[in-house]
Structures are given as C-alpha cells and as structure tokens.
C-alpha cells in the first residue's frame, strides 16, 4: 500500500525563513481563525449578507471598474510572501467546531477539508492582488482547477489542532497558481497531512471578462525553484489537454489494452463479437454507476452569487466515497484528488446532476470519475460544470472494472492516465508517511 508522496514541503515556502503571516497588513499577525476566512472574503468583494440584497451588491460591485488595470505591467509585482497565509482550525482547543467536521467513523469530512482549501485559495489571491488604494477588490477570483491533492496519511483526527498555510506561488497574466499545506498537531508539533495545487483565475468586478494580476516577485533560488514548477505544472496542462482522448485517439499501447480487455469479455462457446460475459472477479463499468442531484439553493451561493466551488467538490467528493464503497465493500480512503476542472459557474436556481463512476481499479486503489451538469428548471438543456477525478484505497483487493462500450473504454483508458499520473513514482520510492 502506498500513499501519495508528499513533495509539498519541498512546494512550499517554509515560515520561520523571512516568511511570515500578512507582510502587507502589520494587524495580522498569527493564524486567522477558519471562521475569519469567509467574513473576510466577504468583507474583501463587499457580497451581500441577505440573498435579496444580491441585485444591490452586484451593483455596488460595478462601481469597483474603474480600479481594474488596464495591464499587468500597472500593477506593483508582489512577493511570495505578500500572500502568506496561515489559518486555523483548532478542533482540539473548540470541540464546538467538531460537529461539522465529524465522520461516523470518527474522522474529519475530507469534503469540509476541501471547502476549507477553496476559501483560503481565494484570500490567498485576493491577498497578492490587494489594491491599496481601494477597500473592496474590484477582482472577482474564481476556481478555475484543483491541480492536485497529495494525501500523506490514511485518515484525519477530529480531536487535534489543524493548520492550514499557503501562498501564491506562480503567476500568469490573469491566473494565479496557490500552494497550500495542512498539517495536523501531534503532540507538541504539526505533521504534514496533504499538500494541494489550486489554479485561480481573476475576472472584472462583474465576473463577465478577465482581469490582470499583479506580477510574482522572484527573491531566493527556493522560489526560483516554485515558480518554475507552476511553468511545468501549465506545460504539463497543456499537453495532457492536447492529448485528452476527447481530441486524439488512444496510443498504440491503449489500443491493445481495450482490445486485450474486450476479447477477454468474449463468450467462447458462442463465436460473435456480442455475447459479452465478465471474466470472473469483475464488474461492468456501467454497474458501478451512483447518480444524485441538488437543487442549488442560495444558502450554497459563493460571494458572486454563483455556487460555491467547495460546495461542488464536497458534494462530488461524497458521491465518489459511497461509489468507491459500494464498488469495494469496504472502507475507502481518499488518497490523491487531481485535475478537478471548474468549466462553467454553477448558478444558484439550476439543477446540479452529479454522476459518478469507477473507471479504473488496480490492486486495491479505485479510481472514481464524477461528472457533473447543470439544467434550469425552465430549458432541459444540460451543460457539463465540472469533472472531478479521486483515488482510492480500498482496505481489500477490489475487483476489475470493464468497459463494454467504446465511450466506457475512453473513460477506463482516462482513468488509468489519472492513476498513472501519480502511483509510479509513489510506487518505487515507498517513501511516504504512515500515519502517527
Ligand atoms: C450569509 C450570506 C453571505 C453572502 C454570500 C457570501 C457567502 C460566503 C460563503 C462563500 C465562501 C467563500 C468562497 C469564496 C470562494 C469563491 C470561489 C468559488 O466558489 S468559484 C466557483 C467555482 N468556479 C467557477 O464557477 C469557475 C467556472 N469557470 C469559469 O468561469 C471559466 O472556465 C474560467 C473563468 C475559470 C476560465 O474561463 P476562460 O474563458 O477559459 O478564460 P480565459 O481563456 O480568458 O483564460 C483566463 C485565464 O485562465 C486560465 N485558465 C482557464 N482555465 C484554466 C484551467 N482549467 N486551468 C488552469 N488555468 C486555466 C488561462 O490559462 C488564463 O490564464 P492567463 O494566461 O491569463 O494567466
């Protein structure tokens, strides 16, 4: 069994050298509380308390246009540490706050975790982007990817202190690429649990065009190091995009794969190519289907009045748990989370259709693939939001997933290159932690 290896220290500025909380802001100091995330976002995009006052905020919002930079050369640059952010989630000083954390099996909510890391990317953005000059940002800062979640241990206490730090750690000329890390406090000191890669994007004071950020800073070789990482990371992006089996067919080598898979679904005793029958310890790909869906209501709504992007990955995350259970039959852990794409805003009103699915399994790791599409209750059209992709690790063997249509083949092929992407080098280096 291996965990993904947690490489974010080393993508991570560590505090204590010249770094610390909220350089351009001498009144923070120390880690924020986790509650002080969201009242400062708030407070930051100046977002309506009461749904019906939204139409007044969005207006009061159009106001903010003047201060947009009309390029990326206008902005001061900012420096890594400018956006340093540490937050804290004190389960073991408040046990108020565990309710909403809290597992049946004793655990924290990874689906909160993820909330969590959603806000504080934003605050990290809107941190590297202040305007001095202005008290709300004239920025509207959206998810635009989960890059990728690392995990570094099998499950999260509820008892213990968390903290979570990160800053903006590349910058192009409308997207910012976060660094965050959580560690969790044992005994006298904090230990590492995941490391995440978040991309923002900056879009006008109404969320309708893009809007420039201010440009990074590079001070020490370590941030060099950071900021050449966020280049590769968009390369690599790019190029997985440029090979997506949605644009180009598969490989020589996933060619045979699917065809290898699809003569061993072959009856024998009948020779044609439809009698299908599913070699043994095995299930059908479309047999492992779970579908939800969610009326989007306002309490959801992130401060744009769409739905929050946290909202999305916990609702999807779940669906993907009770999808890696029911297929696995046992408890399943959650071990990297990667490429979660957010295409199109989720509007407060629609339909949210979530649909999950086990697309590719090996050993004991379960690789889940939801997809989710919105609908108004006024047109039938479906529009694709989001893809989310999780793995996990189930405590026994699992079974092997078949693909039996063409689709379902392009769907198990895209799985096996999300698990690919990660479990080599987790495999020959072992070199992960186990937990305390
Ligand atoms: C009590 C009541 C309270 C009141 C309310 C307040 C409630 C408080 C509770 C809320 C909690 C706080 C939450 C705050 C968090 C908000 C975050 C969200 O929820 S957000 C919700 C969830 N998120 C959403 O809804 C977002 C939905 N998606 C979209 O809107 C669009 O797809 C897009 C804007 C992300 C990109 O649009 P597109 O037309 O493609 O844009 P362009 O071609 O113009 O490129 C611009 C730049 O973007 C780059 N880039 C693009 N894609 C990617 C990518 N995949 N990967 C990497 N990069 C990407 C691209 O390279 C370029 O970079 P650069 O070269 O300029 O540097």
Not at 183 to 209: C, I, W
Not at 344 to 362: H, N
Request: a neutral charge; one cysteine or more; hydrophobic letters at 40%.
């Amino acid at each position: 069994m291996f965990y993904r290896l947690c490489t974010f220290n080393k993508g991570l500025l560590i505090p204590g050298r010249g770094l610390t909380q909220g350089s351009q802001d001498p009144k923070e100091q120390g880690p924020l509380h986790i509650h002080e995330v969201r009242v400062k976002l708030r407070e930051i995009v100046g977002a309506s308390t009461n749904w019906r006052d939204h139409v007044k905020a969005v207006e009061e919002r159009k106001l903010l246009h003047g201060f947009l930079a009309k390029s990326q050369e206008g902005l001061p640059p900012r420096r890594m540490k400018d956006s340093y952010t540490e937050v804290l989630l004190p389960l073991g000083g408040q046990p108020e706050l565990r309710e909403k954390y809290l597992t049946v099996q004793n655990t924290v909510r990874f689906g909160r975790i993820l909330e969590d890391l959603d806000s504080l990317g934003v605050l990290i953005c809107y941190k590297h982007s202040k305007i001095q000059a202005a008290q709300r940002s004239p920025l509207s800062i959206v998810t635009a990817l989960v890059d990728k979640i690392d995990m570094c241990k099998k499950s999260i206490s509820p008892e213990q202190d968390i903290k979570f730090s990160g800053h903006v750690s590349w910058v192009g000329k409308t997207s910012m690429e976060v660094k965050m890390q959580m560690l969790q406090l044992h005994g006298d000191e904090y230990t590492p649990v995941l490391g995440a890669t978040f991309v923002m994007v900056a879009r006008d004071s109404e969320n309708k065009g893009p809007a420039f950020v201010n440009p990074l800073l590079i001070e020490s070789p370590e941030e060099e190091e950071l900021f050449a990482q966020g280049e590769l990371n968009k390369g690599r992006r790019i190029a997985f995009s440029s090979t997506s089996l949605l644009k180009v067919a598969p490989s020589a080598e996933e060619r045979t794969t699917i065809h290898e898979m699809f003569l061993n679904t072959l009856d024998s005793k009948t020779i044609s190519f439809r009698s299908r029958v599913l070699p043994p310890n095995a299930v059908w790909m479309e047999d492992s289907k779970l579908k939800s869906l969610l009326v989007c209501h306002p309490q959801e709504r992130n401060i744009f009045n769409r739905i929050f992007g946290g909202f999305l990955m916990r609702k999807a995350y779940e669906l993907a748990w009770a999808t890696a259970c029911s297929f696995g039959g046992s408890r399943p852990f959650v071990v990297a989370v990667d490429d979660i794409m957010f295409q199109k805003p989720v509007e407060v009103g629609s339909l949210l259709f979530l649909s999950s699915q086990v697309c590719f399994t090996q050993d004991n790791y379960i690789q889940v693939r939801v997809h989710s599409e919105v609908a108004s209750l006024q047109s039938k059209e479906h529009t694709t939001t989001n893809v989310f992709h999780f793995t996990f690790m189930s405590e026994k063997e699992v079974p092997l997933v078949f693909p039996k249509t063409y689709g379902e083949s392009m769907l198990y092929l895209d799985g096996k290159r999300h698990f690919n992407s990660w479990a080599p080098v987790n495999l020959m280096t072992k070199n992960y932690l186990v937990e305390p």
